[in-house]
């Protein structure tokens, strides 16, 4: 039969933990009062010296925060495809304002219209003879 595997609360731990550090007991008298291993207070101790003394994350946790990631990066990379975008349709609009602006060789033909014929003033033409008086 194997051993119980028994779980502490960050509290019990951070309690243990103060109790060392401040000189209240020494870590052999605290393993042998909570019934604990030396490896597991040692393990603590470290963790509180280091600030790293909490619960572990949950699987609901982990997986929410890998989600996260990949939807910042997501966002990211949307963000330079628009990037991208605005600056092309920029250059687009000044690249027409500059060829509509200046007559060049390559856009001379876009303004060439055919002479169109002096405007005279027009006699009336007629089929039917024409009354003297």
Known sequence: ?????????????????????????????????YQLSRTAVDRWLSAFDAGTLGER?????????????????KVGELTMQIDILKKIEDWKRRERSVASSII????????????????????PTTTEARKTR
């Open 57 to 73: 994350q949950s699987t609901r946790e982990r997986e929410l925060e890998r989600e996260n990631e990949k939807l910042k990066a």
């Open 1 to 33: 039969m194997g051993k119980i595997k028994r779980s502490f609360d960050v509290q019990f731990k951070t309690r243990v933990c103060e109790a060392v550090r401040s000189g209240m007991m020494t870590a052999a008298e605290a393993c042998r009062e």
């Open 104 to 123: 060049t060789s390559e856009n001379l033909a876009r303004f060439q219209r055919p002479a169109k014929p002096p405007v005279s003033p027009s006699r």
